[in-house]
């Protein structure tokens, strides 16, 4: 499994399982997932253990159940996974599945080819997720004036023109055009890019703005000609449109809930996720605990801390790279989920996205 997954509650949940034991465990998790209905012996004889005899598998099937890894809904009915199975699952994964080539393609082909916004990249980013999955998907940007500033950059296009290129350790790269007070050469403008670099990276976005407009005020005692015209340009690329002071989720395809058997048999249930889904600072503290943790997280059932969420599955990967994350993406759905599958796209997904912030013009 890549390395980078944070798995919740991990314990030694498989030292008490026998070869049999995980065996028929892992064709009860397949068969549910794959039918979202109480898995019987006979069915796991006749499709997945066709060696092992229906008895045999009933035998077996009783001894997870003991120990906690099948529920049995109904006294005749067949056997459930259960939370401590999932997360078994999940904990013994190999690595990820390769994500097609097609799949690959798809994810690609969902996002414009001109991205005009950072909101636009991530409301693209939880349409691509929620239609590749079939589930809600989540985007967690992460306050922007907490992104640390690496370096700036004006590029001279027209006389009195320039275009600003400011560059953060998330790997966010914003582009804006801003109009000069005077005609200022190229190698002038290196000069105060290099300034500049000097005198702010490192600091957050946040940081930055607060030392410009202390500086502001002292501005009439300052003598130095390019001090002044770096004060200027400071200005002009990061104080006009300073952007979201405010975390930010976007929510994508949550209507597929309804399609889920076990939201569709309990409107009580739909409702209540629904509210949670309604109430995003519940979900932004979640996904902020993802962010804090770094790399993939596996939160099922109760590990979600969420009452609404005890039945549902969030898979979450941290976006941005190493040095300064940038937020966290991921997917809601039931329990009952296709793991690898969804694992592995929710990571490409969030390299995509990390692809596009470094090399997209905003």
């Known amino acids: 499994m890549d390395s980078r997954l944070r798995a919740v509650g991990v ?26 209905e109480p898995v019987g012996s006979r069915t796991l004889s006749r499709s997945h253990l066709r060696e092992l005899s229906p008895a045999t598998i009933r035998n077996v099937m009783a001894d997870l159940e003991e120990m906690g890894y099948l529920d049995q809904p ?71 004036s907490k992104t640390v500033f690496k370096q700036v950059r ?42 500049l670099n000097e005198e702010y990276s490192g600091m957050s976005l946040r940081q930055v703005r607060q030392k410009i407009y202390l500086r502001m005020e002292e501005q009439k005692r300052q003598f130095d000609v390019l001090y002044r015209e770096a004060l200027k340009l400071s200005q002009k690329a990061f104080l006009e449109d300073e952007g979201e002071e405010e975390d930010t989720i976007y929510l994508g395809g949550a209507y597929h809930i309804l399609t889920q058997p076990e939201f569709k048999a309990d409107v009580g249930k739909m409702r209540a996720l629904f509210e949670t889904f309604e109430e995003k600072s519940r979900l932004m503290a979640i996904l902020d605990k993802c962010l804090a943790s770094r790399g993939m ?31 966290t993406l991921g997917v809601v759905g039931p329990k009952r989920m296709e793991y690898p599958r969804i694992m592995a796209l929710v990571d490409h997904t969030a390299r995509t996205l990390s692809h596009l912030l470094a090399v997209s013009a905003f």
Not at 94 to 111: F, H, Q
Not at 297 to 321: H, K, P, Q, W
């Open 11 to 36: 314990d030694s949940l498989s030292y008490q399982l026998t070869e049999r034991h995980q065996r028929v465990l892992m064709a009860v998790i397949r068969s549910f997932v794959e039918g979202a």
């Open 74 to 144: 109904h006294h005749s009915a067949g056997r459930v996974s259960t939370e401590k199975a999932y997360r078994l699952y999940v904990n013994s994964l190999g690595p990820l599945p390769v994500v097609s080539r097609a799949d690959t393609d798809w994810i690609r082909k969902g996002y414009p080819k001109r991205v005009r916004s950072v909101g636009e990249l991530m409301d693209s980013t939880s349409k691509v997720l929620s239609t590749m999955t079939r589930q809600a998907s989540l985007v967690f940007l992460s306050n922007l």
């Open 154 to 195: 004006f590029i001279k296009r027209h006389p009195f023109r320039a275009l600003v290129v400011l560059v953060s350790q998330g790997g966010l790269v914003e582009h804006k055009a801003i109009q000069l007070d005077e005609d200022l050469s190229q190698d002038y403008l290196d000069k105060v890019a290099t300034y």
């Open 297 to 327: 997280t596996v939160f099922i059932g109760s590990e979600n801390e969420i009452a609404s969420m005890e039945d549902c599955a969030l898979i979450a990967r941290t976006y941005g790279d190493e040095e300064a994350l940038l937020g």
